[in-house]
């Protein structure tokens, strides 16, 4: 039986896991950013006389599913996700990379927002990655650090270490709320899962870079001196500074990295996307 969007309170009768998945998916939109960035704001209302309502109004229905999940068997309320989470990564692993508080919502927003030019961290559902983006400094400009990848290797090794089947049964069973959470965002006739798999095959499709992959410098014009210049560096190739939030944490993640975690999004892919059909 097919999840349908908008049927919320029906549906109660897993970048780390995130981007554990999607970015290991791993990987959040937040959702101010995303409000701020995207058109279709309410327009002003006359004031002279106020609109009249539409003679007739066409339902408008709501985009084919294309990636039907099956009803869970057991869905989680949303006091549940914590000890969910623990029992499938270990308490370590938990309080080391996830942000648990407003998981769904976190995760709903990250994923959506890996798919798009910007991602900003402040509502990812896993902790940034320790240490500073590294620079190298080469003849002909500045270059990815070589050791840069090296911050990513925890994120990929519990990645790897983790069972894809059972994250994914964990995944359908937050499905509700990760549907609900979407809804939230502005997507009230959209299904989640549909947009999961998009942004899964948008990070598949990150290409592979030669090493070392240059950057610049952005300029910013002022009396005080920037103290974070690391946070200022783009791709010099437009071709990568206009490749999507998530494809970028894919590049500078190094190429193994980039592999190891491709492999593992696939594997998730394939559990949640088994029967996909048009309907």
């Known amino acids: 039986m097919g999840l349908v969007?908008?049927?919320?309170?029906?549906?109660s009768s897993w970048v780390r896991t995130a981007l554990l998945l999607i970015l290991g998916v791993a990987v959040a939109g937040m959702v101010i950013w995303w409000f701020s960035q995207t058109p279709g704001r309410v327009p002003a209302v006359p004031v002279a006389e106020p609109p009249q309502p539409p003679a007739s109004s066409a339902v408008v229905a709501p985009?084919?599913?294309?990636?039907?999940?099956?009803?869970?068997?057991?869905?989680?309320a949303a006091g549940q996700v914590d000890a969910a989470l623990t029992?499938?990564?270990?308490?370590?692993?938990?309080?080391?990379?996830?942000?648990?508080?407003?998981?769904?919502?976190r995760f709903a927003a990250t994923v959506d927002n890996l798919g798009r030019p910007h991602a900003p961290a402040a509502l990812w559902p896993v902790n940034p990655t320790g240490g500073r983006f590294t620079v190298q400094e080469l003849p002909d400009g500045p270059?990815?650090?070589?050791?840069?990848?090296?911050?990513?290797?925890?994120l990929v090794l519990l990645a790897e270490g983790t069972?894809?089947?059972?994250?994914?049964?964990?995944?359908?069973?937050?499905?509700?709320?990760?549907?609900?959470?979407?809804?939230?965002?502005?997507?009230?006739?959209?299904?989640?899962?549909?947009?999961?798999?998009?942004?899964?095959?948008t990070?598949?499709?990150?290409?592979?870079?030669?090493?070392?992959?240059?950057?610049?410098?952005?300029?910013?014009?002022?009396?005080?001196?920037s103290e974070r210049p690391w946070v200022r560096y783009e791709y010099a190739d437009p071709a990568l500074e206009s490749l999507t939030a998530g494809q970028?944490?894919?590049?500078?993640?190094?190429?193994?990295?980039?592999?190891?975690?491709k492999a593992k999004l696939a594997e998730f892919r394939a559990q949640v996307a088994k029967d996909t059909a048009r309907r």
Request: glycine share 6%.
């Open 5 to 11: 969007p908008g049927e919320g309170a029906a549906m």
């Open 63 to 76: 985009p084919a599913i294309e990636h039907p999940l099956e009803e869970p068997s057991g869905p989680l």
């Open 87 to 105: 029992e499938l990564l270990g308490r370590k692993a938990v309080a080391s990379f996830l942000q648990t508080s407003d998981f769904p919502r």
């Open 143 to 154: 270059v990815i650090g070589a050791d840069n990848a090296a911050r990513y290797t925890p």
């Open 163 to 201: 069972d894809t089947a059972r994250v994914a049964q964990l995944y359908r069973r937050m499905y509700p709320l990760l549907q609900r959470a979407y809804e939230e965002l502005g997507y009230p006739k959209r299904y989640f899962n549909d947009r999961l798999v998009e942004v899964i095959d």
């Open 203 to 225: 990070l598949l499709a990150t290409p592979e870079v030669e090493y070392p992959v240059r950057l610049r410098l952005v300029e910013v014009k002022g009396p005080i001196p």
């Open 248 to 261: 970028k944490i894919l590049v500078r993640a190094g190429p193994v990295n980039a592999r190891r975690l």
